[in-house]
């Protein structure tokens, strides 16, 4: 999705590799200096612009949700379609009215879209009150 300026990226530790990809100016800016380094790589698109050739180990995002959660299972199966083999997504989900159409895409693609992966599935519900309202995917 949008790595604005930086919020997750810049926690990524400064020994990995990173992609980060935001489609403002003014916050690819600051995405760069908040989280620049060796390594790492900038672009200037939108996520769903971005080539499904570039893949990944890791992808780590807090998709925008959208109406009814509709934008953000865009945005997960994008995702999933950037992984590496034995890939895994990391994502902040909204919770509540869109649980049952979460759950309708995520059974549906864990048979028809994407590769047998064991970490599919596995949700765990985030503690803190900042994310009450999400889900870890």
């Known amino acids: 999705p949008s790595a604005g300026h930086g919020a997750i990226a810049r926690y990524v530790p400064k020994g ?7 489609p403002s100016q003014s916050l690819f800016t600051k995405l760069q200096l908040k989280a620049g380094g060796l390594g790492r790589k900038f672009v200037n698109t939108i996520f ?3 080539d499904l050739k570039n893949k990944h180990d890791v ?3 807090n998709p925008p949700f ?4 509709a ?10 379609k950037h992984l590496e083999e034995g890939g895994r997504v ?15 895409w995520i059974e549906g693609e864990k ?13 765990a519900v985030s503690p803190s009150p900042m994310f009450a309202h ?3 995917l």
Request: include cysteine.
């Open 59 to 61: 992808v780590v995002m």
């Open 134 to 136: 999400s889900t870890i």
């Open 111 to 123: 048979t028809a879209v994407l590769p047998p992966c064991p970490a599919l599935g596995s949700i």
């Open 48 to 50: 769903e612009n971005y």
């Open 16 to 22: 990995n590799q990173m992609t980060a990809i935001e």
């Open 71 to 80: 934008t953000a299972i865009a945005h997960l199966g994008k995702a999933f």
């Open 66 to 69: 959208g109406t009814a959660g």
């Open 90 to 104: 990391v994502a902040l989900i909204p919770r509540g009215s869109t649980d049952k159409k979460f759950d309708k």
